[in-house]
């Protein structure tokens, strides 16, 4: 199940608003509206926690594996990092499609992607012209 599918869930089952929700989470409606329906994901995870919070669930169950790595990979690399995350799990639901994969495979494959995926992007910082580097390593 998808986050934005979790989330129409969870505030059915608690007869909750859209309305409700975005501002018991202190986020805009609009905001709220595109993590329901346009499979958008927040930038921070202070607001998984506060969404968890709010509909009554563990914030584990918003926060899968896949969801985990976009969202890491957004808060170290920006919007590029994030696009390049949503990419590589795109292709890896594709690269299933059809199959039967255990949830613990599932896990496992997503683990690993996103293993590689930070270690290739620290490797390849120390390949990147001085204008783009960090200032700060």
Do not use: W
């Not at 909750?16 to 709220?32: D, F, H, M, P």
């Not at 509206?33 to 919070?53: F, V």
């Amino acid at each position: 199940m998808k986050f934005g599918e979790k989330l129409v869930k969870l505030r059915t089952d608690s007869k909750l608003k859209q309305t409700e929700v975005a501002e018991a989470v202190g986020i805009s409606r609009r905001n709220y509206i595109s993590y329901e329906t346009e499979g958008r994901y927040p930038r921070k995870r202070e607001i998984y926690h506060k969404l968890a919070e709010v509909l009554g669930c563990d914030v584990n169950y918003l926060l899968t594996e896949d969801e985990e790595f976009v969202v890491r990979a957004s808060e170290q690399y920006g919007a590029g990092g994030k696009r390049e995350a949503e990419k590589l799990v795109s292709r890896l639901v594709g690269m299933f499609a059809g199959g039967e994969l255990s949830e613990e495979d599932r896990d496992a494959v997503m683990r690993a992607l996103t293993e590689a995926y930070f270690e290739c992007k620290a490797d390849n910082k120390k390949y990147a012209p001085k204008k783009h580097r960090d200032p700060e390593e």
